[in-house]
């Protein structure tokens, strides 16, 4: 596949024997209004499975953080899909940080879904898998049927930011050759060395990560901002007219989006039931309870359906 001008893409050999991620790569370059830009995507399971995980990461991670959940959802025969969005993974990078916005990113998003054509979608999200993920039943509610929500929220532009984002926000800015591994050891002090070096792997030197500096600057910080209208016209489709099953997990050790950031989301989703709460975990809920929540998100699903 043509590299596109402007655009960097991270060679194989970096993700050669990642621990825990040996799912075969796919790829596409023929997504709507993306036609050249290649994207990367795990997809496990049989492609005629009556159900579909679709699992979507946020800043600065990629698809690896769902190794622990993606063998628990394939497990029940479902086909478990987890893209890696521009500038992020196996994606393509484009190295302008113009190139990302809210838009652009949930459009590729929706055109992924068109171009695989899913239904009976469970949708898993965190961080900015949830912040751009949550915006997209509203446009194909027929398609999706089951939420499985962790630490993220809705960008509608209409509540001040607290002080923990205002602080991250500040330190990329501060940082713009940061470490992804270096920001997931904070609060996840359990990986190894190779899992470091698998977070860092998409990202060989700062050329390649115009997408996770610029990401941050993308959360919607009045009603007026790109992603802000699309989030809020989300919200009230959440209360009013989501008929699906919700599960919520929540770190409660999360400083940028907090439990009552949360808390307040479970509001908004309607019917959504207590969440399952873990006192000593941050925001990268994947690495921390992957396996936990995945195994207790489908004995909720199995047991209310």
Known sequence: MKLLPDTLRTPDERFAGLPDYTFKPNYTNTLAGFEGLRM??????????????????????????????VPVFAGE?????????FGFGRSDKPTKEEFYTFTRHRDALLAFINHL??????LVCQDWGGLLGLTLPHAQPERFKRLVVMNTALGTGTMPMGAGFLAWLAWVRANPDFSPAAVLSRTATHLSAAEKAAYDAPFPDVQYKA???RFPNLVPQSPEADGAVDSQTAAKWWSTDWQGKSFMAIGMQDTVITPAVMHSLRTVIKGCPEPLQFAQAGHFLQEHHGEEIAQKAMAYFNSSS
């Not at 990461?57 to 622990?68: A, D, F, M, N």
């Not at 025969?77 to 969005?85: E, N, S």
């Not at 054509?117 to 469970?122: A, I, P, Q, R």
């Open 40 to 69: 990367h995507y795990v997809d496990i399971g049989p492609h005629d499975a009556d159900t579909v995980f679709l699992c979507l990461h946020g800043q600065p991670t990629w698809s690896y953080l769902y190794r622990k959940m």
């Open 77 to 85: 025969g479902a086909r478990v899909l987890a893209p890696d969005l």
């Open 211 to 213: 997408g996770i500096r």
């Open 117 to 122: 054509d899913l239904k009976n979608v469970t």
